[in-house]
């Protein structure tokens, strides 16, 4: 069954500006891993986070962890077209086996 | 970095046909793979979990023998879709898990489509 639930579920700017995705999980985690997926292809994965930790960056990313909330966001700052993919999110549990959301369906217009 | 290799990219088969999808770590060993479909605009459905040398294990709804899995080395899943139908059509994604930290390398997915 389905762990994370992104939202907005599809979500469009304009370059240069910041996008944030939320994530929301059900059960305790180990760790939560965020991944993009361009059309058609593979995933790439982008950051994992632990449930230890509370902020984590990577470049223009930007991750947050509210294991009291049970929520995650993905923060993309100053967005380029090339951002423009699929973001899922994946909580880890003892198995470590992903499981994944629907998805935020990011534009980025140039 | 961890690569993993899936291929093909794209098929399309005949109604009835088997089709083969191969997934190869290049890089890496993985004793454990794992075998997703996505529909269009949908989530990653996790279908199994391919381990080295055993037999794969399947999701609650998977069909077994409808998805057949072999892992019979360090580096080489597979994935056949016996007798397809128009309703298999789909994007198959394997995944294995590298050797740093926790993370998932994904290969790049086999769009298929059976007519």
């Known amino acids: 069954s389905q762990q994370g639930e992104e939202d907005p579920q599809a979500l469009s700017i304009q370059e240069g500006e910041n996008a944030t995705m939320n994530c929301s999980y059900k059960?305790?985690?180990?760790?939560l891993q965020w991944y993009r997926q361009n059309s058609g292809r593979g995933l790439v994965h982008l950051i994992l986070?632990?449930?230890?930790?509370r902020e984590k960056h990577s470049g223009r990313l930007r991750v947050t962890l509210d294991t009291s909330k049970k929520s995650s966001s993905l923060l993309i700052t100053a967005s380029r077209a090339a951002d423009t993919a699929s973001y899922f999110c994946?909580?880890?549990?003892?198995?470590?086996?992903?499981?994944f959301g629907r998805g935020t369906s990011l534009i980025v217009h140039p | 970095g961890a690569v993993v290799s899936q291929h093909p990219s794209r098929v399309i088969c005949k109604s009835g046909t088997s089709v083969k999808i191969e997934c190869r770590s290049l890089?890496?060993?993985?004793?454990?793979m794992f075998w997703y479909r996505q529909f269009p605009k949908q989530s990653l459905m996790l279908m199994a979990t391919?381990?080295?040398?055993?037999?794969?294990?399947?999701e609650q709804g998977v069909e077994k023998d409808k998805f057949l899995i072999n892992h019979a080395s360090l580096t080489l899943s597979t994935l056949t879709v016996t007798s397809a139908h128009p309703e298999d059509s789909s994007f198959y994604i394997c995944?294995?898990?590298?050797?740093?930290?926790?993370?998932?390398?994904f290969g790049s997915g086999t769009r298929l489509t059976v007519v």
């Open positions: 995944s294995a898990r590298d050797s740093v930290g926790y993370g998932y390398t």
């Open positions: 059960t305790s985690i180990n760790n």
């Open positions: 986070i632990r449930s230890n930790e």
């Open positions: 994946a909580t880890g549990g003892g198995s470590y086996i992903p499981t």
């Open positions: 890089d890496f060993q993985a004793t454990t």
């Open positions: 391919s381990n080295e040398g055993s037999k794969a294990t399947y």
